[in-house]
Structures are given as C-alpha cells and as structure tokens.
C-alpha cells in the first residue's frame, strides 16, 4: 500500500496503487469527505477511473476519495474491507474532515452501505445498490456472472438486514424487474430513504445525469437534506418506496 498525504491544489492523485484497491484523492476546501465508490465499470481487469468526480466535489467545496475494487469482488478479496478503512482513516485525519459522507453506484452503492459497518459514515447515498450477487440470496439474478464466478469466498454475502442507524441513507432504485430484485429485499429502518424511480432501469445514474438531476440529488445528500432529496426525486417522477411495492415472500427468502 502506498499513502500521500494531501495537498492544497485541484489535482487528482493516485494515493493507493496496490491492486485489488486503486484509490485517488482530489483535494476541496470543506469539512466533509465524500468518499465515491466505483462500480464494475466498463472493464473486467483495468481499475475503474474515478466515478461522480465534479458531483461529489461540488464545484471544490468537497474533498473527494475515489475507491476502486479492481477485482470487481463486492468487497469479498481478502483484506479490501481492512484497506479501505485505513485509507479513508487516513485521509480524514490529513484533511481535517468532520463529516463522512459514502456515494457509489451499483456495485459502488452496495461498498458504500456496507461500509457503513467499519467507518462512521454520516450520510450514505447508493444509486441502484445490490443487496447482494450471492446466488443463495439473489438467486433470480444472473447479471455479472464472469465476476461472480470469480469470488471464491463470500467474505460479505450481503447487507444485513439491520444496516446501522447513524448513517443518513438515501437509497434510489428503479422499478426495472431486474433492479426489484434488490429494491424488495433493501432493509427497512428510519434512518433510510429509500425510493423508487418508475420507468428507469440499471443505467438510471446516467439518466438522471442527463436530465439534470443528478447533480442536485448528490449535493441534497452530501449534506443530508432529506425533504430537499425527496423533492428532486419526485421532480424526476420517482416516489418513497411503499411496503406494498416489496415482495413479503422475496424479502423473507433474502
């Protein structure tokens, strides 16, 4: 593992280079560290470049970490969970942050949720997250079958029911069938709002992008506006997730 502490300036810079974790940090002027988790990318063996950089920067206000999982293991290769933690340690320490704040997409959602359970996050916003790509616990989806193959241990085989109450959670799933097979099974607790964006599918991030949504829906998370998030999302057609659009024999099941 190598670590560079930070510095003044704008530039991005890789500070972890040791594979499976590939980590970059983009300096800002605030207090709060918003760390941005890559999905599987377009790619199945180069590190995924940084994802929601100028969004989660918020015009420089914000210093950003990016973290990739090039083994695209959904936090399962050895020793990932342990290196992250240590590098966003370290880098909250160098920066000074007072807040903490996960975003990720897909894959990336399901890192930044998960690791809500060895980092004090105080915000946490997943855009079209999994619940898990263990086949005992998803056993309808067969996207990501190459990468799934590959983990041979399931060091994390999917969110727990019971995700912890400090975080703030904003959680944005579409009502694709494939992405309610993750959305009937997302946990259920005060601290979390979850919603559901009819007529948009896997790609809803990149949607939303060009609809000039998506940056007003990050910023109202990074600094846990909940009415204002609820607002944007209903701008863009989407709603809370009501208990009726669950499947009780598909949530039990997970």
């Known amino acids: 593992m190598v670590f560079l502490p930070a510095r003044q300036g704008h530039e991005l810079r890789a500070v972890v280079t040791r594979a499976p974790l590939h980590a970059h940090f983009q300096p800002g002027t605030g207090k709060t560290l918003v760390v941005s988790f890559a999905g599987v990318g377009h790619s199945r063996t180069a ?8 969004i989660a920067s918020q015009r420089g206000e914000n210093p950003v970490l990016f973290i990739a999982d090039s083994a695209r293991s959904w936090l399962n290769a050895p020793g990932l969970i342990g290196a992250i933690s ?3 340690e370290r880098t909250q320490a160098e920066t000074g942050a007072e807040r903490l704040v996960g975003i990720g997409n897909s894959m990336g959602g399901f890192m930044a949720l998960e690791m809500t359970r060895h980092l004090p ?3 946490v916003c997943a855009i079209s997250p999994q619940v898990s790509v263990h086949p005992d616990h998803v056993p309808e989806e067969h996207r990501w079958r190459f990468l799934r193959n590959r983990i041979g241990n399931y060091r994390v085989p999917k969110l727990g029911k019971h995700l912890p109450h400090d975080p703030q959670i904003f959680a944005l799933h579409a009502d694709h069938p494939d992405e309610m097979i993750h959305a009937r099974r997302f946990p ?8 559901l964006l009819p007529g948009y599918d896997h790609g809803m991030a990149r949607q939303l992008k060009s609809e000039g949504h998506l940056r007003a829906l990050v910023g109202h998370a990074i600094r846990g506006h909940k009415r ?16 009726e659009d669950r499947n009780p024999a598909s949530s039990q099941a997970a």
């Open 86 to 88: 240590l590098t966003i």
């Open 188 to 195: 259920i607790a005060p601290n979390i709002a979850h919603f």
């Open 47 to 54: 590190p995924q470049p940084p994802e929601f950089r100028a």
């Open 228 to 243: 204002k998030f609820a607002l944007r999302v209903k701008a863009a057609g989407g709603r809370f997730i009501q208990r």
């Open 121 to 123: 996050f105080d915000v």
